[in-house]
């Protein structure tokens, strides 16, 4: 299994980044996926994840600008980040298989991708 995360880059504060989790030897659809993300110095923490029921969660911090969402037909899950603030800075992950959100307990994880906000 492989999820291969991409779509990171630097962007200003008020701008958009669309991440992408592409899978292989996985079902997407089939599993929970989520997005995580951790700064310097900082734990953790749940940005958003999708249930193979296709039900969102999301992280306190981003609801209402982050969107998550499935395209089965590609095995790709993807995170659209709107309205970026600095504080969103962080690399990011996809993880699938998610078990427990707040404990970020997942089957499988994806390398990392960077996201920087700055002006």
């Known amino acids: 299994v492989q999820l291969q995360a991409s779509g990171g880059g630097s962007v200003q504060p008020g701008g958009s980044l669309r991440l992408s989790c592409a899978a292989s030897?996985?079902?997407?659809?089939?599993?929970?996926v989520g997005w995580y993300r951790q700064a310097p110095g900082k734990q953790r923490e749940l940005v958003a994840a999708?249930?193979?029921?296709?039900?969102?969660k999301y992280g306190d911090s981003v609801k209402g600008r982050f969107t998550i969402s499935g395209d089965n037909a590609k095995n790709t899950v993807y995170l659209q980040m709107n309205s970026l603030k600095p504080e969103d800075t962080a690399v990011y992950y996809c993880?699938?298989?998610?078990?427990?959100?707040?404990?970020?307990?997942?089957?499988?994880w994806g390398q990392g991708t960077l996201v920087t906000v700055s002006s």
């Open positions: 993880a699938a298989g998610v078990r427990n959100y707040g404990l970020g307990l997942a089957d499988y």
């Open positions: 999708i249930t193979f029921a296709g039900y969102p």
């Open positions: 030897g996985l079902n997407m659809s089939a599993n929970t």
